[in-house]
């Protein structure tokens, strides 16, 4: 299995904030990466796929960027409605298309 | 409007069996992959394995080969996920999502099926 691993695994920010959170892939996956956000009781929200393609209707303050092992997200200003939980998962391997352990994005 | 629509909440004994379904509307269900997706009380997402609706081309997660069986009944546009011996650990909330190309991501998400499996 290909695994990936996110850092930081929570980060305390204040609306307005910069955030970036990365996720390296155990082998190389090319650009094929995907970004969720997911609220509580919520089902998660594609937001980046292929590294850095954003999907449709979601704001361009978020940008995904990376290939082969190491990738990042970034919220360019941090608004209240992005304080959730942040996947990445590789899009690489159909073996098993493994998540990362995610990211909480909590207020400061 | 594309969405998928999964069964409702199940209680379970341990041993029991349980099949539980996501039907796709809004789009042609057969040019697209439907995924499984676990997630734990309080943990993250765990990806468990995937269909292709046209001929039923279906992958596990070595995590969950064996322990469940993923299926889809194209006439119906609906895919299933079905254990037949379940267990106290199977407790969690399951999501089935659109995959519309191999290397895409999974662009729409059921509402999800809380599986509660407690003698």
């Known amino acids: 299995d290909i695994q990936m691993t996110q850092s930081p695994s929570s980060v305390s920010a204040s609306v307005g904030d910069r955030v970036t959170i990365t996720c390296r892939a155990s082998?190389?996956?090319?650009?094929?990466l995907a970004w969720y956000q997911q609220k509580p009781g919520k089902a998660p929200r594609l937001l980046i796929y292929?590294?850095?393609s954003l999907q449709s209707g979601v704001p361009l303050r978020f940008s995904g960027s990376g290939s082969g092992t190491e990738f990042t997200l970034t919220i360019s200003s941090l608004q209240p409605e992005d304080f959730a939980t942040y996947y990445c998962q590789q899009a690489n391997s159909f073996l098993a298309l493994t998540f990362g352990g995610g990211t909480k994005v909590e207020i400061k | 409007e594309v969405q998928l629509v999964q069964s409702g909440a199940e209680v379970k004994k341990p041993g029991e069996s349980l099949k539980i379904s996501c039907k796709g509307s809004g789009y042609l269900f057969t040019t697209s992959w439907i995924g499984w997706v676990r997630q734990v009380p309080g943990k993250g997402l765990e990806w468990m394995g995937i269909i292709y609706p046209a001929d039923s081309d279906t992958r596990y997660s070595p995590s969950f080969q064996g322990q469940v069986t993923i299926s889809a009944d194209k006439s119906i546009n609906t895919a299933y996920l079905q254990w037949s011996s379940l267990k106290a650990s199977d407790t969690a909330m399951y999501y089935c999502a659109r995959q519309p190309a191999r290397h895409y991501g999974m662009d729409v998400w059921g509402q999800g099926t809380t599986v509660t499996v407690s003698s």
């Open positions: 082998q190389g996956i090319s650009s094929w």
């Open positions: 292929a590294a850095s």
